[in-house]
Every structure is written in C-alpha cells, then in structure tokens.
C-alpha cells in the first residue's frame, strides 16, 4: 500500500484535491449563478441548437461551436434545466483543479519525507485552493461554474491538459502523449478561436521535434479530428434542413448533397471534372445548371413556385446517391492488394 501510494502521490492527490473542488463548487454554486445577467445567453443557445436550429447559420454566435455542442449534450443527458449546465460546469471546475496540480507535479519533485518542511507541497495546496475559492466568491461573469462564456472554461480544461501531456511528451517522447497533447489542443481552439496561437505552437513544437511519418500523420490527425468532427456536425446539420444547395459541383459537395438528398444548382463549375460533374447532375435531372447568359431570377422563380419538381429532384438524388461508395472503395482494394501485394508501405 505503501508504494502504490509513492508511485501514484500526484494521481492520488489531483483527485482528493479535484473532488474537494467539485463539492465545493457544487455547495458554491447558488451564489455565482445569475442567468438573466451573465450566462442566459450561454443556458439559451444550446436549448435553440436542440430544437433544430444551425449554429452560425440561425444563431449569431462569436465562440467555437463545441462548447456550445457539448451543452447541448448535458441538455440531452439531464434535462433542459439550469442545473444541466451546472453539473457539467462543476465537472469541468474539478477537471481544471486536478490538471493544475498534475502540471504542479510535473515541475516539483515532492518531498516524501515528513521530516523538514515541504514547500512543493504548500505550492500545490497553495494554486489549487486559490482556484477553489472561486467556486464560493462571487465573481460576477468571471466564474467556472456558470461563466459568462462555457467556451473559456471548457477551452481552458482542455489547452491545460495539452499543456501537461506536452510536458510529458517532452520528457519521455511517447506518442500516446503527443498525440494526446494535439487532441486537446484540437478541442481547445474549436471551443475559442484565442487557443490558435497555443495551437500554432503545438504544431510548431512537434514539427520541429524528430518525427517519424507515423507520428506525423497521427499526431496530424489528432489535432484536427476534433475541429472536424465539431464543425462537420453543423454542416451536415445545416444540409439536412435546407431545400436545396447552390454551389460549385465540386466533388465534396455534390457527394454530400446527393446523401442529403438535396437538389442542386449548379453556378460556376471549373472546366474539367466540375462540368463533368454538373453535366452528369443535369442529365439525372437532380440539377440545374445555371449558364451564362441564363435569366437566374426566373429560373429561380420557377423552382420553388413547384414544389413538386423540387421533391422529384430530391427522390432521384437519393436514388443516384451512392452512400456506401467509401466501404465500396475499400473492399476493391483490399481484394487487389490480395491479388498483386501491398499498394504501398509506411516507413518506420
């Protein structure tokens, strides 16, 4: 027992020391809450996004939009109610409590010995009761709990953590860190758009580090997959409740708009691949495509003056459609790298 409790001291105090800044946070809470006044918009935005309205696109918002999707998922969990948004504020207080003092720990060598007077101790009791006053001081919009911006908190939770794994990364170059390290980093600055610089200097940092190819690549898709995921939820978010796009017949685009089973107006394809592309839309009649010289208004008009054109288009495009092209793709390959060997290999 003795030496669990020397191998995991700084484990086992970030958590006595996190789930004391939780309680207290909790019991804190009644005082640092004010709606009407500092955090309403942060309690309304989520509860609008559930009811099916698009981030950006229907709600003016200035933050990344993970905070708000992760509100919306304590909505989901508990119940569109104040106290939703407080448990995970409380949450996410402790997490930033105990990862100060995992940073603490990784800077100060803690004296086992209960002899003379420990200072790194007094440090880490010190930083991590400052930050649990908070919890019971009125600060107005400046708290954890309820924050005049969840996107600060959940940010400053998640470029902490980074923070730590980037330290460990630098002491023992395990990938599992780094890639770890860049997760955050990626969570971070799709919460506010402030943590850019850290996150410049994340990629910076590694970069410039000896990397192999797999690292690279992982450590590449670990700060990004994140942002992607975030803001790929409201894109398709908004693909689902629209009527009909109005693009360039790119391949991305047209791709996601036939899964949509959304019709298509086609402006400005680039000769080649897109004209092609806008070609094949027109001929399946799931597109118009808008020429030069062509009355747009008019064309326009007569679209959505016949809704049932519109529904046509949108059944044939999701006949047209082919949504399982990607495991398609990956069966062929596989059953040609059966036949004729590896396509390629990845340095070690």
């Known amino acids: 027992m003795k030496k669990f409790m020397e191998k995991y001291d700084i484990l086992i105090s970030a958590a006595m020391i996190g789930l004391l800044a939780v309680i207290f946070a909790w019991f804190g809470s009644a005082y640092v809450i004010n709606p009407i006044i500092d955090s309403g918009r942060e309690f309304y935005i989520p509860f609008r996004m559930l009811g099916g309205e698009v981030l950006y696109k229907d709600i003016f918002n200035i933050y990344g939009a993970l905070s708000y999707q992760i509100n919306a998922l304590a909505y989901m969990i508990f119940g569109v109610h104040l106290r939703s948004l407080t448990i995970f504020g409380v949450l996410n207080f402790g997490l930033i409590v105990s990862t100060v003092v995992f940073i603490i720990g990784e800077f100060l060598k803690i004296d086992k010995t209960k002899e003379k007077f420990c200072y790194e101790n007094l440090g880490i009791l010190f930083f991590a009761f400052t930050l649990i006053a908070v919890s019971f001081i009125n600060f107005s919009i400046f708290n954890f709990i309820a924050p005049y911006a969840f996107a600060m908190t959940y940010g400053l939770s998640a470029f902490l953590l980074s923070v ?41 940092y590694l970069l410039f580090r000896k990397n192999n190819f797999k690292n690279i690549i992982v450590n590449a898709l670990s700060l990004l997959i994140i942002p992607t995921i975030s803001y790929g939820i409201l894109f398709l978010q908004g693909m689902s409740i629209s009527d009909l796009v109005v693009t360039k017949p790119g391949g991305l685009t047209t791709t996601e708009s036939l899964a949509s089973g959304l019709p298509i107006v086609v402006i400005n394809p680039i000769p080649g691949q897109e004209e092609e592309n806008a070609a ?46 990607t495991k398609d793709i990956c069966k062929i390959l596989l059953q040609c790298e059966n036949r004729v060997g590896p396509f390629f290999s990845i340095p070690s």
Do not use: T
Not at 176 to 190: E, K, P
Not at 290 to 301: R, T, Y
């Open 280 to 325: 094949y839309l027109e001929k399946n009649k799931v597109a118009i495509w808008i020429k030069k010289g062509d009355n747009v208004e008019q064309i326009l008009d007569d679209l959505f003056s016949n809704p049932d054109k519109i529904q046509e288009m949108k059944v044939r495009a999701r006949i047209i459609a082919k949504k399982n092209s």
């Open 164 to 204: 730590l794994f980037l330290i460990k990364f630098s002491k023992n170059e395990r990938l599992l860190h780094s890639s770890l390290a860049c997760l955050f980093a990626g969570c971070a600055v799709a919460c506010k758009y402030e943590f850019l610089a850290y996150f410049i200097f994340v990629i910076a």
